[in-house]
């Protein structure tokens, strides 16, 4: 895995960030990107301070000009892209269907399933022609179970899964994978946000996951990491669920 082009959305923070430092590890050459110039820029220098090539890009995966630019760019940079790990996400505003708003929804899915399309659209035009790549997808339990108050949140994730499952079906002969991973709760700031960063909120996450304690973003990263290795050659269309038993309920 020494010299694989790495690229992550919404990198910046939480899994996306721990993913990036996961494949330093590895000794991989990454693309980090997200929204925020000065932090991204901030990001790719820690990662070359572990002795790895590492570049930002800024990209708001909504718009596609900058994803096509991101992708475009991470290949002239690296020659190649091997994996890309589509994590940009947000959770939008919760509460009960009766009170959503089409600028919520307009929200959450412009980034969460529009960002992961366009994500898609534009690193497969670069994988399918080699033949080569693996790609990624970071849904959530929420792909494949509802929460109350949830609802778009959950809806979102759901259509997570199905672009996984239909781009890995039309990958499939190329040799290149698209999987997904579904995180339960994971001590980010989105669950912070999720939980309005209250004890009672973190308790009530906890009493969900039967193994009765929250995740960490490395436990993610390393799930990541194995999808998209040579180690999963066999595995593609899946969602892997990193929950502590969550979805066996
Ligand atoms: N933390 C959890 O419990 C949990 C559980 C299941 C799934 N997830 C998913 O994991 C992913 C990462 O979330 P996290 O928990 O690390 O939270 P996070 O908020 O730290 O990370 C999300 C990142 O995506 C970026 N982002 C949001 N909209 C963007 C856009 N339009 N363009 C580019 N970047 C954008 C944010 O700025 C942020 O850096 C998300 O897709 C989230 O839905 C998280």
Known sequence: MSSQVVLI??????????TAFAYAHE?????????????????????RDLGVE???????????????ALVDQTVARF??????????????????????TVENYTAIFDTNVLGVLLSLKHQLRVM???????IVNVSSVAGSVGFPNASVYVASKHAVEGLTRSAALEAAK??????????????TDMLNRFTGGSE?????????????????VEEVAQAILFLASDKAPFITGQSLAIDGGMLAG
């Open 9 to 18: 959305t919404g990198a910046l923070t939480g899994i996306g960030r721990a």
């Open 27 to 47: 000794k991989a050459q990454i693309v980090v990107s997200g929204r925020r110039r000065e932090a991204g820029l901030a990001l790719a220098a820690e990662l």
């Open 54 to 68: 590492a570049e930002f890009i800024q990209a708001d995966v909504r718009h596609e000009d900058d994803v096509r």
């Open 79 to 100: 020659e190649r892209l091997d994996v890309a790990v589509n994590n940009a996400g947000t959770e939008g505003t919760g509460g009960p269907i009766t009170g959503q």
């Open 128 to 134: 399918l022609p080699r033949g080569h790549g693996n």
């Open 174 to 187: 190329s040799g290149v994978r698209v999987n997904a991973i579904a995180p339960g709760p994971i001590v």
């Open 200 to 216: 009672d909120g973190k308790t009530f996450m906890t009493s969900l996951v039967p193994t009765g304690r929250l995740g960490n």
